[in-house]
Nanobody, 123 residues
Framework: QVLLEDSGGGLVQAGGSLRLSCAASGRIFNSYSMGWFRQAPGKEREFVADISWGGAYTYYADSVKGRFTISRDDAKNTAYLQMSSLKPEDTAVYYC????????????????WGQGTQVTVSS
């Protein structure tokens, strides 16, 4: 069992930045890859970024590549999503999730999910 707590969302103007955090408790954090997804109103949940256990490999959706950075601090059992150059279309609820062997980038590939944190980007 892993419990994830997302935080760091808020209201920001277009072009601004936010850093999301995902604090984990329970089973050994550093044995999981971590992912971030987002869901905008009326849309399906979509993949944003993934980082391997150990942090050696990162993957991004094309829509955020070059603007978002995923990272992790295993000593703090926390994953992060640094978001820069935010656009109104980035507005969504953002969720972190763990992955222990499932397919990267697919919702079914992730095991445990946070409750989500709202990010709103105004134009």
């Amino acid at each position: 069992q892993v419990l994830l707590e997302d935080s760091g969302g808020g209201l920001v103007q277009a072009g601004g930045s936010l850093r999301l955090s995902c604090a984990a408790s329970g089973r050994i954090f550093n044995s999981y890859s971590m992912g971030w997804f987002r869901q905008a109103p009326g849309k399906e949940r979509e993949f944003v970024a993934d980082i391997s256990w150990g942090g050696a490999y990162t993957y991004y959706a094309d829509s955020v590549k070059g603007r978002f950075t995923i990272s992790r601090d295993d000593a703090k059992n926390t994953a992060y999503l640094q978001m820069s150059s935010l656009k109104p279309e980035d507005t969504a609820v953002y969720y972190c999730a763990t992955r222990s062997g499932g397919f990267r980038g697919t919702i079914t590939g992730y095991d445990y999910w946070g409750q989500g944190t709202q990010v709103t980007v105004s134009s």
